[in-house]
């Protein structure tokens, strides 16, 4: 029996059978989690009566119908009416006029989606700022009963927040802030505020305070050393922050649906609404999911390298 | 440049007394060096100089001015700390050129970059300015931190142990650039140390400190020759000093109320001997010198001899006390 010894083996290093397997199990895994969402974006492209086939299709002629339903609202018309109409202007108008229908006016959606915009952007932009300061002042002050502080403000998140929707629906009634953006914003930055103190004292915590001395003597305010010291060097929390806070307000149903119904309802209590005719218009619903996830999509690429050193901060000491 | 004078500070932290009533008056140009174990309470007296710190009791002067309630920022100090001394997020040449732009200067661009350029310069950096302050090798770090300090002309440069993270080597050679540096500038500096080298080399006067409180100053020379007590003699050279006590050993006419005597190397008259009453028992050779240490009874004495010495281990030597350092039993140097 001989042993053979070669620089090849690394007790360090995983062996090319071990990155392989785990490879594998990574891409089964997207893949399990990925089929939904090809599911929904598949869906966009398909005609009404491909969606609801059975047996599902796989392969389909793609159409934009989705897309022209889910930006339209449409009456339907005799063929007299349609025939005597001119020429088609645009692709939706031909897809419409072939179901005998005609383009009546421009759908919720675009509105709905940009009150999303809003109300994501606007509360995750509260709750960070207010994160940011508040983790600041934990961080570096002497603040009295600050542990008691940090367990209240932790402690908001004890239990779901939809286990108060009826008391903040009465208060919001109440006060008129139902159906509105402001109220929108507030309540998505009040859930969210617990969460960015906590990350961000965190990070702060780890940016030595010799900085911001080294900073004040170098003549500069407490104030100007947090902007020009503290934010850049803690850009890594935030980023990893504002992330977390800006999945949660985009993606969120249940307030949604309760509190806004016009004026301020965002894309996600709109999208289950489209109905066509005879019922869902699985298509339409199948483009706005679609296009609901590009934001989302963007802001975590832009921050992905931010989000990766986030998530991993702080577990390994240096 | 200024001078700068403190005045019977004292400052507390809970039960913790950091700095009790210490006095210290620095001369414009001078270089002080205050020496002390860790916790002794010289980064609180460096910290309390740049207002990092309010002190309980006591004042701070600097150019005639109180500085009583005033930030750090108007004090017109620099401050070199001992680690974390570099904004990662900046580049070396953006990290030179911070204290200058700052809201309470705000100098001109193109002044700032000619005095960044000149320190660095002066520091032998120029080819690293445009590299992001975290590429740099730990020497260069903390050049660049000292020049971030040099920039400005404040009143007095506050160092905190700024070469302690370096290895040896690098020390010494920044030890001797530093000096070249203060000389150069004629500059005022307040630097703290547990290092002893650092202290006798660069200093022109030396504060032993302990315990928050200033025990002696005086010029290394002084320090070193003339420590007022056992605590300072022992702060000081190297191999540490040998405490015996009185009448151990053969020491001439000794003051009145002598209980502990001081030896060092240069207080040793060693000589080979059949009967003598001490034995050699390990000779350490370090290169540049030799250390012996020699077994007097229960008693360790550790000095050093010359490399060409004959001496080995287990030969019997006689050991002779040259004018050594008396100490009466409460430790106070007694002529």
New interface residues.
């Given amino acids: 029996m001989s042993i053979t010894l070669s620089t090849a083996h690394s007790v360090v290093e995983p062996s090319s059978l071990a990155k392989r397997s785990a490879g594998f199990i990574v891409i089964l895994y997207a893949l399990i989690t990925m089929a939904p969402l090809f599911w929904i974006f598949a869906t966009g492209w398909k005609t009404p009566p491909d969606s609801i086939s059975y047996p599902p299709k796989i392969v389909f002629g793609p159409s934009l119908e989705g897309y022209c339903n889910l930006f339209t609202t449409r009456t339907r018309q005799t063929a007299d009416y349609i025939n005597a109409l001119g020429p088609p202007q645009g692709t939706c108008d031909e897809v419409t006029r072939r179901r005998e229908m005609v383009i009546a006016g421009a759908s919720n959606y675009a509105p709905r989606f940009v009150n999303s915009l809003i109300i994501a952007f606007g509360s995750t932009f509260l709750a960070v700022t207010l994160g940011v300061f508040s983790a600041y002042a934990f961080s570096r002050f002497k603040i009295p009963l600050a542990d008691d502080l940090l367990f209240f403000i932790l402690s908001t998140r004890m239990m779901p927040p939809i286990a108060v929707a009826i008391p903040i629906y009465l208060m919001y009634r109440e006060i008129g802030l139902s159906d509105t953006k402001l109220g929108m914003i507030l309540l998505y930055t009040a859930v969210n505020v617990s969460l960015a103190v906590w990350l961000l004292k965190g990070f702060i915590d780890e940016i030595?305070k010799?900085?911001e001395?080294?900073?004040?003597?170098?003549?500069?305010?407490r104030l100007?050393a947090f902007f020009?010291?503290v934010l850049?060097?803690a850009?890594t929390g935030i980023a990893a922050t504002a992330i977390f806070c800006l999945i949660f307000a985009w993606n969120e149903f249940a307030f949604a649906v309760l509190l806004t119904s016009g004026e301020a309802q965002t894309a996600p209590p709109f999208i289950p609404t489209i109905i066509g005719e005879g019922g869902m218009d699985w298509p339409a619903v199948g483009a706005g999911t679609t296009l609901f996830l590009i934001p989302i999509l963007v802001f975590t690429i832009l921050l992905r390298k931010h989000l990766l050193r986030g998530i991993t901060f702080g577990a390994v000491r240096k | 440049m200024a001078e700068v004078s403190i005045k019977n500070i004292s400052k507390r932290f809970k039960s913790v007394m950091a700095v009790s009533s210490l006095s210290l008056d620095i001369a414009d140009g001078e270089f002080v060096v205050l020496l002390g174990p860790t916790g002794a309470g010289k980064t609180t007296t460096l910290r309390l100089v740049?207002?990092?710190e309010k002190p309980d009791e006591g004042e701070i002067t600097i150019g005639g001015q109180g500085m009583a309630g005033l930030?750090?920022?108007a004090?017109d100090?620099?401050?070199v700390?001992q680690?974390?001394?570099l904004?990662?997020?900046l580049s070396v040449f953006d990290n030179l050129a911070?204290?200058l732009r700052?809201?309470?200067?705000r100098i001109p661009e193109n002044e700032v970059k000619e005095r960044v350029n000149q320190v660095a310069e002066l520091l032998r950096i120029p080819h690293k300015l445009a590299n992001r302050s975290t590429q740099l090798s730990g020497g260069e770090m903390q050049r660049v931190a000292i020049g971030?300090a040099l920039v400005?002309q404040p009143s007095i440069y506050l160092m905190d142990e700024p070469l302690s993270s370096l290895d040896a080597k690098l020390r010494a050679d920044l030890r001797l650039e530093l000096k070249r540096i203060q000389e150069e500038l004629g500059a005022t500096i307040l630097y703290v140390t547990h290092d002893q080298i650092e202290a006798m080399t660069m200093a022109n006067r030396i504060g032993v400190i302990n315990e928050g409180s200033l025990i002696q100053l005086g010029s290394p020379r002084d320090i070193y020759e003339n420590p007022q007590s056992i605590y300072v003699a022992q702060r000081l050279g190297q191999p540490q000093i040998n405490l015996l006590p009185a009448g151990l050993l053969p020491s001439g006419k000794l003051p009145a109320g002598t209980q502990t005597i001081g030896a060092r190397t240069e207080h040793f008259d060693i000589q080979k001997k059949p009967n003598g009453e001490a034995s050699v028992d390990w000779i350490e050779h370090l290169g540049d010198q030799n250390r012996l240490h020699v077994n007097l009874g229960e008693r360790r004495i550790t000095t050093l001899i010359a490399p060409d010495s004959n001496l080995k281990s287990g030969d019997r030597v006689a050991l002779k006390l040259v004018r050594p350092l008396c100490f009466s039993a409460s430790g106070e140097r007694l002529g």
């Fill in positions: 030595p010799e900085y001395e080294a900073a004040m003597i170098d003549g500069y305010t100007h020009k010291v850049p060097q850009a | 740049a207002g990092l930030a750090p920022s004090r100090v620099a401050f700390f680690q974390y001394s904004y990662p997020h911070f204290p700052s809201p309470a200067r971030r400005r």
